[in-house]
């Protein structure tokens, strides 16, 4: 099976920088991927890991270290629109069809 | 990037009905399709896998007999859930996926309310 840890809630001002981890224990890791989810709506695609190493996506950037299981999620220059829940997923190789695991999700509140 | 549609958005339905959810892949064969159930405040909770022309594969604890999964096509999955219960209430979620892409494709979500 497989266990993601990511912190419950975080609260952050607009303007400034937000860093969400997420831990995973997985038997065969295939790639890591973060989600953007507001309220009511369908998640939404941000990023993919794969490798070791940090990819930058205009505001967002993923970080990851396969050695310790361990992804980071960078939301810079925050807007009051980034309020959402952010979810990490770990797909799993031994897992038929590219079977995605999610986290708990990490609910992002911007303050002005 | 590719579109997936469910339909319908929102059903209100009585207990003991029974409420079929679509899920289509609009500009792209979906090979597998996933199910997902999202209570409030809560983490997507995977279903189900369903692959074309097969029988799909449901999560521990979900019940296969209370949600009918059919992947008939490859742009269509249909989930029933059937003789519901205020306790099926919740936000079910598809996703589509093709052999050789890495990503997952969501539906824009159906909101279930079993009165």
């Avoid at chain 2, 405040?41 to 209370?66: P, R, W």
């Avoid at chain 2, 008939?72 to 919740?90: G, I, N």
Wanted: a positive charge; charged letters at 20%; one cysteine or more.
């Amino acid at each position: 099976g497989q266990n993601i840890d990511q912190p419950t809630e975080m609260t952050a001002t607009e303007g400034a920088i937000v860093q969400i981890n997420c831990t995973y224990q997985t038997s065969g890791f295939n790639g890591l991927f973060w989600y953007q989810q507001h309220a009511g709506e369908a998640p939404t695609f941000l990023s993919y890991n794969v490798l070791d190493g940090l990819e930058e996506k205009g505001r967002f950037s993923s970080f990851l270290s396969r050695s310790k299981g361990y992804s980071y999620l960078l939301l810079k220059e925050l807007q009051m629109k980034d309020s959402a829940s952010y979810l990490c997923a770990v797909r799993d190789s031994k897992a038929a069809g590219n079977k995605l695991t999610f986290g708990g999700g990490t609910r992002v509140l911007v303050k002005p | 990037g590719a579109v997936v549609s469910q339909h319908p958005s929102r059903v209100i339905c009585k207990s003991g009905t029974s409420v079929k959810i679509e899920c289509r892949s609009l500009d792209f064969q979906a090979t597998t399709m996933f199910w997902y159930r999202q209570f409030p405040k809560q983490s997507l909770m995977l279903m189900a896998t369903s692959n074309e022309g097969s029988k799909a594969t449901y999560e521990q604890g979900v019940e296969k007999d209370k949600f009918l999964i059919n992947h008939a096509s490859l742009t269509l999955s249909t989930l029933t859930v059937t003789s519901a219960h205020p306790e099926d209430s919740s936000f079910y979620i598809c996703s589509a996926t093709n052999r050789g892409v890495y990503e997952q494709y969501f539906g824009p979500g159906t909101r279930l309310t079993v009165t």
